[in-house]
């Protein structure tokens, strides 16, 4: 490079300053773009249904965990006690 002197392509320059490779064509660079952008798009979408459908899974989660306890403490209430001794029912 010479001030004055021929003035230098695009392609020498990220050849030689970057060396990068540019023998494939700016099509696939174009088709990869667009993928990732379909691909991040449909991400945000499934996120954004995520986000609404999460609260009503968690209320129900709670909701079977409440029930699941308080069929384990109201099963305790109504036991009868059994004495071994006599093998009889105490009431």
């Known amino acids: 490079m010479q001030p004055g002197g ?44 995520l986000r609404e459908r999460l609260p009503m899974i968690m209320s129900k989660l709670k909701r079977a965990r409440t029930m699941n306890m308080i069929e384990k403490v109201s099963s305790g209430r109504f036991v009868v006690p059994y ?8 009431v």
């Open 83 to 90: 004495d071994i001794k006599e093998d009889t029912i105490d």
């Open 6 to 49: 021929p003035p230098i392509k695009g392609e020498d320059v990220v050849r030689t300053m970057f060396q990068m490779d540019i023998n494939y064509s700016k099509w696939w660079l174009t088709v990869m773009l667009v993928l990732m952008a379909v691909a991040y798009r449909t991400l945000f979408f499934f996120a954004m249904k």
